[in-house]
């Protein structure tokens, strides 16, 4: 390539290229010596490729730019939103991860303190066991002749004496081992005895009565349960207690309460009008009982009710008899009840799955609770206060009226219909 190699030519309307003499020209891939150039034309001098072009650059030739900027920034700012989301969801697994293992570590830690409190509690017990053998065996060794010696190392041998010498908590694992051994009738006096000594120990009370329930006891186990629940709520077990009250209430048969139990027994005035044909189920007595608030419930009510046949009642009405329900809440400042929204048993309570007593009658429980916080959350959706105000429970077989209780008594007017089920 010369220093001077071509010499450009523009006249205004076009542009020449020529050569100077001795050089090299390519237009297009063609050696000229000089040429007219028209758009687009390749230009090669020596080494040097150049394009030939008449037409300016524009700024609307770029107006792309910013789109592509944009669209850049975009997957740009999405891009870290995935990557921040992951590292959170990463960060919470790895957080989920470690609080399950240290639950099993300190539930590992918790089982083996157990276990080893067990095994000195066993160990406690025979070694008793062993002082006292040894001591009576010394005795009867000294004194062969004494007739009143014999009776007096059976008697350091009782059990009752044994389980004096024992701390609460080790008075409950020596009835546990009796329980687990199949040795029903020893369980039970160990437990009484540990109650009767212990009248507020919840955790004897709650082994006692899932221990009855085993036994095919429910109704000592719900009167169990019902005792708990009078301790007050001083644990855990009393949200516990409550929950057993609530299952056992439909399927136990729950037996008279003990003398000094707070019990507001209601005996049911007559109809008001005696329904044709005659009534085969009638309404005994109505028993309501209300718990102290929880930790867990605001306020708690169990209603029983003691269903009878009368003279007309056939016993292969039984699949087709049911008791139902409602409990009523009062609105602050008004006299019209309405539906409570608190949790009540659901309906219908069969007669065939309730149980019954030793005359025969069918009891037949249903609980109302209103949950913590549920007041409050009806006051600001509604603007009122709620309290409670009663319940109606009526009989049905089949699609036929029997009978109706309420309390207040007012509430029985809003008696309705049969619904099938």
């Known amino acids: 390539m010369a220093p001077r190699h071509a010499e450009f030519e523009d006249d205004g309307e076009?542009?020449?290229?020529?050569?100077?003499?001795?050089?090299?020209?390519?237009i297009n891939?063609?050696?000229?010596?000089?040429?007219?150039?028209?758009?687009?034309?390749?230009?090669?001098?020596?080494?040097?490729?150049l394009r030939f072009s008449r037409r300016r650059r524009r700024a609307r030739?770029?107006?792309?730019?910013?789109?592509?900027?944009?669209?850049?920034a975009a997957l740009g700012y999405i891009g870290g939103q995935m990557l921040?989301?992951?590292?959170?969801?990463?960060?919470?697994?790895?957080?989920?991860?470690?609080?399950?293992?240290?639950?099993?570590?300190?539930?590992?830690?918790?089982?083996?303190?157990?276990?080893?409190?067990?095994?000195?509690?066993?160990?406690?017990?025979?070694?008793?066991?062993?002082?006292?053998?040894?001591?009576?065996?010394?005795d009867l060794e000294q004194d062969r002749d004494r007739p009143s010696d014999l009776s007096d190392a059976r008697n350091s041998l009782s059990p009752d004496r044994i389980s004096l010498s024992l701390s609460d908590d080790e008075a409950l694992s020596a009835a546990r081992k009796l329980a687990a051994e199949g040795r029903a009738r020893e369980a039970e006096a160990a437990f009484e005895r540990l109650l009767k000594t212990r009248p507020d120990f919840a955790e004897a009370r709650a082994e006692h009565a899932r221990w009855l329930e085993e036994q095919r006891r429910p109704g000592d186990a719900l009167l169990e349960w019902q005792k708990l629940l009078d301790l007050g709520p001083s644990s855990h077990w009393h949200a516990v207690a409550a929950g057993e009250v609530m299952r056992?209430?439909?399927?136990?048969?729950p037996p008279s309460p003990p003398p000094g139990t707070a019990v507001e027994v209601l005996r049911p005035a007559p109809p008001p009008t005696p329904a044709p044909p005659p009534s085969k189920l009638r309404f005994e007595a109505i028993e309501h009982r209300r718990f102290?608030?929880?930790?867990?419930?605001?306020?708690m009510r169990?209603?029983?009710?003691?269903?009878a046949p009368t003279p007309q009642w056939r016993s292969e009405e039984l699949a087709r008899a049911r008791v139902e329900f409602v409990f009523y809440d009062l609105p602050e400042g008004q006299s019209a009840a309405a539906p409570t929204r608190a949790r009540t048993t659901s309906n219908p309570l069969w007669l065939r799955d309730a149980p019954r007593d030793e005359a025969g009658r069918w009891i037949v429980t249903a609980s109302y609770i209103v949950p913590r916080g549920l007041r409050e959350r009806e006051r600001r959706a509604t603007g009122r206060t709620f309290q409670y105000h009663g319940f109606l429970v009526q009989a049905f077989v089949g699609d036929q009226w029997q009978a109706t209780e309420?309390?207040?008594?007012?509430?029985?007017?809003?008696?309705?219909?049969?619904?099938?089920?």
Do not use: N
């Open 84 to 138: 921040r989301q992951w590292r959170s969801h990463r960060a919470a697994a790895e957080r989920e991860t470690e609080r399950e293992t240290l639950s099993t570590l300190r539930q590992a830690s918790v089982e083996t303190a157990e276990f080893r409190t067990m095994e000195t509690i066993a160990e406690r017990i025979e070694t008793t066991d062993a002082e006292h053998i040894e001591r009576v065996r010394h």
């Open 302 to 307: 169990i209603v029983r009710a003691i269903v």
């Open 292 to 299: 102290p608030a929880s930790a867990d419930y605001e306020e």
């Open 61 to 72: 030739d770029y107006l792309w730019l910013p789109f592509l900027g944009i669209f850049i």
């Open 406 to 421: 309420a309390r207040p008594r007012a509430l029985a007017e809003r008696r309705v219909s049969a619904r099938t089920p």
């Open 14 to 26: 076009s542009v020449r290229i020529q050569a100077i003499e001795g050089a090299s020209l390519c």
């Open 29 to 49: 891939g063609r050696t000229v010596k000089e040429a007219k150039l028209h758009e687009g034309d390749r230009i090669d001098i020596g080494p040097v490729a």
């Open 248 to 253: 056992l209430g439909r399927v136990a048969t």
